[in-house]
Structure formats: structure tokens, C-alpha cells
């Protein structure tokens, strides 16, 4: 069997075990050889080799639990580190079932996500060995890029963008599509010990950490049947409660610092969603909400406009 087959039987094997476990060895062997057909046996020293290999190519710990009574997805070090194993799972997955239904490639539509590949694989190495990278970044709010080095502390995926949080000067926020250039140096650096990536970012909704207009407070949002039932199922923030449900509308409450990206979010719900606390961020939502209505009334910036790409 080719090395890419035999990849794609352990991602299958460990999202099996993740998505269905506890599950037990005979429905595991039941379970490959329906997927991958008749005459497909997985034995039992053939399993162990498979969690072994798991284990070994994606850090992935596949374990007999006693008190469920089946083979599960092992929580090793804590739930920070169990939700990147079930992004890394899940990602595996669905690549996994693209490669599978080749024929179905025109029906399947994904998300374009523009940055990450490029620079990713050099940002995540010079991490775990922790080098200071040199760099030429192009930020929106100059003219013109420029070089130095930066210690790059974690990543994150916010919108379909890769964001690097690395100190140049400052802690600093760095997306990866305006990443010119991107080099290792052989300069070390040391995290500080305290530095925890998920705490960092835990008062804020995205990228944006700090708003010289608020601060980390309460945020409670009046939201109507429909738009709520999209809340409960993805949470907009991981402090959410919805504290009144009703037909008609529900009550969400955050803990959070209300910074810009968490307002344009909030705007782009429309009419569906109001802020009732606090008053400040209601405030700004409305004057951004009229200079989008002027904008777009009869004569504001659009007014008169000809299109010159799509003419018929």
C-alpha cells in the first residue's frame, strides 16, 4: 500500500474512534472493512499498529477506557490542548472525505483562505525551536513594508486569515497575507513562562485585542427567534449565556471587551440584533449604522455610479 493510503486509513481510523467512541474493537473492525470493503480485515495486532502510528504521525493518544467500556480519543493535557487535537481531527476528516469523492469535486465548494501556507510551516518551526524571525511586513496603515525581527509567540486563524502574535517593539498582531518576506535567524529567544495564548485572547472576540473606548465589561444583546437559534449552535463568544428566551426574541450576556471587530459583527446582523448594555457601545453602533444609511441613500457614494468590468 502507498504511503498517501495508508495516511488516509489512519485519519479514518482515529476520526472513526473520535466521532463514534467509546466504541469497541469488533465495531471497529465492522466499521473498516464496510468503508474500505469486502475482504478489508483489521486485525487486532493490525489495530495496534494503527494507534501506534497515530500516536507517532499526529501526537494523537487512542486508549481503552475501562468506565466507558470502548476505545476513545485520550484528553492528555487538558482542554486547551483536547481543542487543537479536535481541530486537527476534524481538518483531517474533511480532507479525508475530499480525497474520497474525487467525483463529486465540482460539489463541493470550501472557503478560499488567502494566507497561511507560505509562511505557516517557517512561523510554527521557528516556535518550536525559538528563534526570532526576520521579517518584511506591509501593514495596511503604511505606504511602504518594512524589515525587522520579530519573536513569534503563537498563531491563530480568525476569518479566514492566519494572524502571528510575535514581539518586535510590542506584543503585535501580524497577518500573514501582508508578509513579504520570512526568514528564520539564528538568534534565540525565551517565552515568557507565563505567557498563555488562549488566556491572551480570552476578553476578546477576534484579532483586535484592546479598544481605547471600553474595556473587558458585561455586553448583553437583545436578538431575535431566528438569529438566536444561529447563536446558540456557534456561540459568538465563549462567555456566552442566553439569560431570557422567549418567541419572539432572546437575551444573550458576554463578558468581553466590545473592540472593533466585535462591532462589525454585531452590525453585520442587521436588525436582527440590538445592544442593550452598555449604552457606549449601543451609541457607536448607531452612528455607524446612519453613516452606512447615508452612504447608501440616493445620492451618497454609490449614487450614479457605472460599472466598468461587468458590462453586458
Known amino acids: 500500500m502507498s504511503t ?22 469488533e465495531e471497529i473492525q465492522c466499521r473498516y472493512e464496510s468503508h474500505f470493503g469486502r475482504g478489508e480485515e483489521l486485525s487486532e ?9 497515530v500516536e507517532e504521525l499526529f501526537d494523537i493518544e487512542i486508549k481503552y477506557s475501562r468506565t466507558q ?11 486547551d490542548n483536547m481543542a487543537m487535537r479536535k481541530w486537527l481531527i476534524q ?9 474520497e469523492s474525487q467525483e463529486l469535486k465540482n460539489r463541493i465548494l470550501l472557503e478560499n483562505v488567502p494566507s497561511g501556507q507560505q509562511h505557516l510551516t517557517t512561523i510554527v518551526d521557528a516556535m ?24 513569534p509567540y503563537c498563531v491563530k486563524l480568525f476569518e479566514q486569515r492566519w494572524y502571528m502574535l510575535g514581539m518586535s517593539d510590542k506584543l503585535r498582531l501580524y497577518a500573514l497575507d ?6 528564520p ?20 472576540y477576534g484579532i483586535i485585542i484592546g479598544d481605547e473606548d471600553f474595556d473587558v465589561e458585561p455586553v448583553a444583546l437583545k436578538v431575535d427567534s431566528w438569529q438566536s437559534k444561529y447563536l446558540r449552535t456557534l456561540p459568538l463568544h465563549h462567555t456566552q449565556v442566553e439569560v431570557e428566551r422567549n418567541e419572539e426574541y432572546s437575551i444573550f450576556e458576554y463578558r468581553l471587551c466590545p473592540s472593533f471587530d466585535f462591532q462589525q459583527k454585531l452590525l453585520s446582523m442587521g436588525d436582527s440584533a440590538g445592544v442593550l448594555a452598555p449604552v457606549a457601545l449601543r451609541d457607536i ?28
Open 69 to 79: 467500556r470502548g476505545y476513545v480519543v485520550a484528553d492528555r493535557e487538558g482542554i
Open 4 to 25: 498517501a493510503g495508508l495516511i488516509n486509513r489512519y485519519v479514518w481510523f482515529v476520526t472513526t474512534i473520535y466521532n463514534r467512541g467509546p466504541i469497541s474493537l
Open 178 to 183: 501582508r508578509i513579504k518576506v520570512l526568514e
Open 45 to 53: 495486532r493490525q489495530f495496534h499498529r494503527y494507534t501506534d502510528a
Open 285 to 312: 453602533l448607531r452612528k455607524k449604522a446612519e453613516t452606512t444609511a447615508n452612504n447608501n441613500a440616493l445620492g451618497g457614494m454609490g449614487s450614479g455610479y457605472h460599472f466598468k468590468v461587468y458590462k453586458k
Open 91 to 99: 481538518t483531517f476528516s474533511v480532507n479525508n472525505i475530499l480525497h
Open 185 to 204: 535567524t539564528e538568534r534565540k529567544f525565551k517565552l515568557p513562562k507565563k505567557f498563555d495564548a488562549a488566556k491572551f485572547f480570552e476578553d476578546y
Open 128 to 151: 518550536r525551536e525559538s528563534v526570532a524571525l526576520i521579517m518584511t511586513y506591509h501593514s495596511f496603515h503604511r505606504e511602504e513594508p518594512s524589515t525587522f525581527e520579530v519573536e
